[in-house]
């Protein structure tokens, strides 16, 4: 990334909240559920699936988990209600991991038996490092009763492989991404080409193993890599899908589409859109540096 791109990145925490509100707003179903609802309806239409996320992150007492807990619950209702091709995609965090695992054992456990119920499934996202083996506890304490669910798994980590090695073992459900957060270099690869050259083996170590894989990435070479291996292994269709988040590169997406696989479209909703908002913005220096020059030339 440049130095000018770097500083755009740096720079969009002193944006105001409106103007970040205004920008995202394709990131965003919208602040309601029918709003998820609308924006999943549209993407059934064009034979493209959705995972619902409510907006949030770290909550900061059982309380606030709790309402977390029932909105998530809301959505799987809705999902019955409207008959949408879609699934649940659930912060750990948001559900109270780090107020007490168990309290967020309970409460996960709660949503996936529900899910389980309706013939639906959760997606268990994966936070920044001190979550990391945390999130992996309650995949597995989960998995002792379940299958419908799922964990993240990020290619930025150094120790990603191997955690891959151990989770395969128990017929883990991936989300694969090269992750978001801003993590140390004792951990975390920094240099894109890496992290490329860890996603693709990760990858291929799932595949592999015959797991179950939710391809997320918006990079063009990525997306070669899987189509690659997933001809080169020959991988049925029903061991992959790709995933995208809503508002990226909708060209891609509907040539991921257009080509015969499966697509999912990861589809925020919520009142809490600040946080998700400035992540997507510093993802996209571009569109950070075109609204730093309309606010400057404003002035
Ligand atoms: C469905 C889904 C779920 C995810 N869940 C998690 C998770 O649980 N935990 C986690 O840490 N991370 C998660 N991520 C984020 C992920 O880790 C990456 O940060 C993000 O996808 C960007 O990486 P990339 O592979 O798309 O490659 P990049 O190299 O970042 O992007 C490739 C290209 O996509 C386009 N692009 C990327 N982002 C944007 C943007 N915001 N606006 C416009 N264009 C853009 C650009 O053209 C860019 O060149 C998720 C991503 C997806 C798609």
């Not at 990145?9 to 707003?25: R, T």
């Not at 013939?119 to 998995?143: C, G, H, Q, V």
């Not at 029903?238 to 499966?262: A, P, S, T």
Request: net charge positive.
């Amino acid at each position: 990334m440049s130095f000018f791109n770097n500083l755009i990145v740096s720079a969009v925490q002193l944006m105001p909240k409106s103007v970040v509100g205004f920008f995202s707003k394709r990131y965003i179903a919208g602040e309601d559920i029918e709003d998820a609802v609308k924006v999943t309806r549209e993407l059934n239409r064009q034979g493209i699936y959705s995972t619902i996320d409510v907006l949030g992150e770290a909550v900061q007492n059982r309380e606030e988990a709790i309402e977390s807990k029932n909105k998530a619950l809301e959505v799987l209702d809705t999902i019955v209600q409207f008959k949408l091709n879609a699934n649940l995609s659930i912060k750990p965090t948001q559900m109270g991991l780090a107020i007490d695992e168990d309290f967020a054992y309970e409460q996960v456990r709660s949503l996936v038996q529900k899910a389980k119920e309706i013939n639906s499934f959760i997606r268990i996202d994966m936070e920044d490092f001190p979550y990391t083996d945390a999130t992996f506890r309650l995949l597995r304490r989960l998995k002792q009763d379940y299958d419908n669910l799922g964990v993240v798994v990020q290619a930025y980590l150094i120790r990603t492989y191997d955690d891959i090695v151990v989770l395969n073992k128990i017929g883990t459900n991936y989300r694969l991404c090269k992750g978001i957060y801003i993590e140390p270099a004792s951990i975390a690869y920094k240099d894109k080409e890496v992290i490329r050259k860890n996603y693709v083996k990760d990858l291929e170590l799932i595949l592999k193993n015959g797991n179950y894989v939710g391809i997320a990435t918006h990079d063009e070479y990525l997306v070669n890599e899987a189509y690659r291996l997933i001809k080169e292994l020959n991988i049925p269709k029903n061991k992959f899908e790709f995933q995208m988040l809503l508002g990226v590169r909708e060209d891609l997406r509907n040539k991921i589409n257009n080509d015969g696989y499966k697509v999912r479209i990861y589809v925020p909703f919520g009142k809490d859109w600040y946080a998700y908002s400035t992540r997507r913005l510093k993802e996209n220096p571009q569109m950070a540096g075109q609204i730093f020059r309309n606010l400057f030339s404003l002035k």
